[in-house]
């Protein structure tokens, strides 16, 4: 009894938690930012991202390179975008490529950039060669005409709706 080493009060397992780094919406910051906790941006970076999770507020901005395991953008980022799980809210602007494991793109979204699944064709190689990805084509309209006609990219492109033909009973 005499000998018996006290046991702490608090779990020493559990990691600590730390509080968010914020980028403040009056803020705009330069270079590079690393860390391995959870970066709210809701003014401007220009420069390079590295976190566990980043939020890009609606009144946020990022130019530049984004690497998160989770990635949520209802702002603007300009540059390619790296995550295991990446969400496009209502109001998010993108411009850049996304590599990501899952992806959700809600209504209202925009977004001008491919979409590749991590560990895709794009990052394949072949006897230890890397494979290089084939040149961008035009795609042929499945009809003579163009199914977007001659709408400028910013433009909100719906799809063309095809009636079908109503059916009298003949063969």
Not at 19 to 48: F, K, M, N, W, Y
Not at 63 to 90: N, S
Request: with cysteine.
């Amino acid at each position: 009894m005499f000998f018996r080493k006290q046991k702490a009060t608090g779990n020493d397992n559990r990691p600590a938690t730390s509080l968010p780094t914020h980028i403040g919406a009056d803020s705009v910051v330069e270079g590079s930012l690393v860390t391995d906790g959870e970066v709210q941006v809701e003014g401007t970076l220009r420069g390079t991202l590295k976190a566990r999770v980043c939020i890009v507020a609606a009144t946020g901005m990022v130019e530049g390179e984004l690497d998160a395991e989770d990635i949520v953008v209802r702002g603007r980022v300009i540059g390619p975008l790296r995550g295991e799980h990446v969400h496009l809210q209502d109001g998010a602007w993108v411009e850049g490529d996304i590599t990501s494991v899952t992806i959700a793109i809600d209504t209202g979204a925009r977004l001008s950039g491919a979409v590749w699944q991590a560990g895709s064709d794009r990052n394949a190689e072949q006897d230890g060669r890397a494979v290089p990805a084939l040149p961008y084509r035009e795609p042929s309209p499945l009809f003579g005409d163009s199914l977007w006609g001659s709408r400028p990219d910013n433009d909100f492109r719906p799809l063309k709706a095809v009636k079908p033909r109503a059916s009298n009973g003949r063969g």
